[in-house]
């Protein structure tokens, strides 16, 4: 499948639903506008009974079919959830949910349904800060399967809606332990699949730089948080039992001798404008960029 | 905020609602389930009436408050789209939904909610691979912002749920090219916000290894599939003249001269058993790969 990047429902184009001028009666359709596939979007932002709802759906979908319409899209505040029963029995299906929206969809033509699929993962993001001393950042947790376990582990977090990796990873060593950082590298990362309500899971290991050092422990979900040796850290039973952190811990180790080279961000801009973070080996590349900017 | 990988409604404990003794009346409540973090999981497979719901509803919550349960959740399949409205105005807001359900959340204390968020990203991928004779597999596209631009790009398609990226990548080649493929390396990876319902994406640029060579292309979305000299792909003018094309156009051409490191998976086992996928840099870990294996 082609992985479209353009999807976006901020760029569709309005079209006003006019029916021919010979028909006696002016049916009145639901408003809507168009999609750069073929589709049509509505938004119901207006308080409306589903009595009225249903008919006019009706009337709408059957149109759109006669129009050739692809993908139909209905997007339901939360407030217009008196209208989601109707909508599932015209023949619609939930495609995602926001805590204030739901997105349903429908696909109208005879051919294979090509409609977008949903997020799919979560973005995690796990911290190895180390001091001048060989010490990494180290922190015991409150809640979770590591709670009184006495294992001491690298900060991690989630990252927010629409923030980059290597922003979320500073903001949350900074919230759990006070400190701050710089980001450096991306060293590794784990791909893990059913992990929360069947979704999938992406957790980049990341080394950052500390600018301070003073430890304040965020209390409401770190017992405790110190700088180890990193030594110390490593030799820890669970982390020496456990296969994957095993192997993480080996690759800190090995980046704290500056024996390893990971992933960098550069910030640069997409076809479409906007800028995006591209993340690469900074070191094997540093002939091109040079090259670049001598042009 | 703490980054929980423990949160499955796999497993959870089945918990009866008793009523204390004393009370002279027996208040039916909704079956529910109880979480790992102090929660509830209702899941309402049978089919009831909105009028039946709301007061079991409310006296549940009612209930699980004096509990000090936190965050409730219920679960409604498609077929119960007529319980939406009755929930909401419990105090529900949506948190997700797939095309067969809707799961709704109410975060019951006075603390602060720490309910974990959706699916925040999807998960793209873009094949690097190239034949003996420098020539890479290239494609033109049937739709999107690609289409009839006479651009030669590199194939794409975006990981299916639950799917490996390591193993997406193989697929969309075998699906758009007919070209068999074995997984090198991830050579680098974009992250993007709001590229499609204001989501996120990953794309991940990955080399593979051809094992066939014959194109048989797939109609539904390809246009035109080759094999092209690398250097005339890289010399494009849309490659040249967008930036995240061209830095990409550039990493493939100096791994083309074995001049660049990327992230190569292992397969690893996580803390609770299943299987993942590690990236990392490969090269730089031999020894201690290797030393691993001599212990």
Not at 68 to 77: C, F, S
Not at 84 to 104: C, Q, S, T
Not at 157 to 165: I, K, R, S, T
Not at 168 to 188: D, P
Request: hydrophobic content about 40%; aromatic content about 10%.
């Amino acid at each position: 499948m082609i992985k479209n990047m353009s999807i976006s429902t901020s760029s569709m184009s309005v079209e006003k639903q006019f029916m021919p001028e010979n028909r006696v009666e002016q049916v009145e359709l639901l408003n809507s506008i168009n999609d750069l596939h073929g589709g049509v979007v509505v938004n119901i932002e207006q308080p409306m009974d589903s009595k009225v709802f249903s008919p006019l759906l009706r009337a709408s979908v059957s149109q759109w079919r006669q129009q050739g319409k692809r993908g139909v899209w209905i997007k339901l505040p939360i407030e217009r959830a008196n209208l989601v029963e109707a909508a599932v029995k015209e023949g619609f299906r939930y495609h995602h949910a926001e805590p204030d929206y739901l997105m349903l969809v429908c696909w109208l033509p005879e051919t294979m349904d090509t409609i977008p699929q949903n997020a799919s993962h979560r973005v995690g993001v796990g911290a190895f800060v180390m001091n001048n001393q060989r010490e990494v950042l180290v922190v015991q947790e409150n809640s979770g399967i590591f709670k009184g376990t006495g294992v001491w582990k690298l900060p991690t977090g989630v990252a927010d809606e629409g923030e980059d990796l290597c922003t979320s990873v500073i903001r949350e060593v900074k919230e759990e332990t006070g400190v701050e950082t710089e980001f450096v590298e991306v060293l590794a990362f784990r791909q893990s699949h059913k992990s929360f309500f069947g979704k999938s899971d992406l957790l980049f290991i990341c080394m950052l730089q500390p600018r301070t050092f003073d430890i304040e422990k965020q209390d409401l979900e770190i017992e405790a948080a110190q700088w180890m040796p990193i030594e110390d850290y490593a030799a820890q039973p669970f982390i020496q039992k456990q296969e994957l952190f095993n192997f993480v811990a080996k690759i800190c180790l090995s980046k704290s001798d500056r024996n390893y080279i990971g992933f960098s961000p550069l910030a640069t801009t997409t076809a479409s404008g906007k800028t995006s973070y591209l993340y690469f080996n900074n070191q094997n590349m540093k002939h091109l960029v040079t090259s670049d900017n001598q042009q």
